[in-house]
T-cell receptor, first 118, second 114 residues
Framework: DAGVTQSPTHLIKTRGQQVTLRCSPK?????VSWYQQALGQGPQFIFQ???????QRGNFPDRFSGHQFPNYSSELNVNALLLGDSALYLC?????????????????FGEGSRLTVL | AQSVTQLGSHVSVSEGALVLLRCNYS??????LFWYVQYPNQGLQLLLK??????LVKGINGFEAEFKKSETSFHLTKPSAHMSDAAEYFC????????????FGAGTRLFVKA
């Protein structure tokens, strides 16, 4: 049973560039959440996708956008990169399509994509 | 709005000693609460969760946590620390609002001394 997979694992970009990160959720999961984890900090919620729509969003600018595909996989796009965007980007999958009362928001994480902006 | 406060960014214990990592939450409605662990260069892994059933929750690797509504706390404990417990621990809170927006604390790094 494949867990959450993310690609690429590491990448280096320069200021002003754009980046796309990819995530495949755990088998059976339909919801993907993206988090930014700066060094020494807790994960910060970026947004959540379910049924190919953004359902929840954290306090991140519009430079951060995403997409979910029919197979539940997801992309995170960041435009006009800033030095402060350097972080570990974590994808987490879960399932909202459970009988009422069973969904608890438990998250399964990938190992992350480490982005360095120079 | 939900929030999580973890007291102590670093905790150091001796091998075999009690582990206590503190977490307080803020939520306007009964929340779901979680503890996750992160080993170096890895993603987060669920340790345990509270979802309004028993207030004392047992997780993996001998960890447990007690939900105390009156204190808005969800502290993580383990009776006897092992060297392999050295990692970063995150407390998290969420609630079902048609989706789950899980908020994490800043984390507590646990050091275990031989």
């Amino acid at each position: 049973d494949a867990g959450v997979t993310q690609s690429p694992t590491h990448l280096i970009k320069t200021r002003g560039q754009q980046v796309t990160l990819r995530c495949s959720p755990k088998s059976g999961h339909d919801t993907v959440s993206w988090y930014q984890q700066a060094l020494g900090q807790g994960p910060q919620f970026i947004f959540q996708y379910y049924e190919e729509e953004e359902r929840q969003r954290g306090n991140f600018p519009d430079r951060f956008s995403g997409h979910q595909f029919p197979n539940y996989s997801s992309e995170l796009n960041v435009n006009a990169l800033l030095l402060g965007d350097s972080a570990l980007y974590l994808c987490a999958s879960s399932s909202l399509s459970l009988p009422s009362g069973r969904a608890t928001g438990e998250l399964f994480f990938g190992e992350g994509s480490r982005l360095t902006v120079l | 709005a939900q929030s999580v406060t973890q007291l102590g960014s670093h905790v150091s214990v001796s091998e075999g000693a009690l582990v206590l990592l503190r977490c307080n939450y803020s939520s306007s409605v009964p929340p779901y609460l979680f503890w996750y662990v992160q080993y170096p260069n890895q993603g987060l892994q669920l340790l345990l969760k509270y979802t309004s059933a028993a207030t004392l929750v047992k997780g993996i690797n001998g960890f447990e946590a007690e939900f105390k509504k009156s204190e808005t706390s969800f502290h993580l404990t383990k009776p006897s620390a092992h060297m392999s417990d050295a990692a970063e621990y995150f407390c998290a809170v969420t609630r079902n609002t048609g989706g789950f927006k899980t908020i994490f604390g800043a984390g507590t790094r646990l050091f275990v001394k031989a």
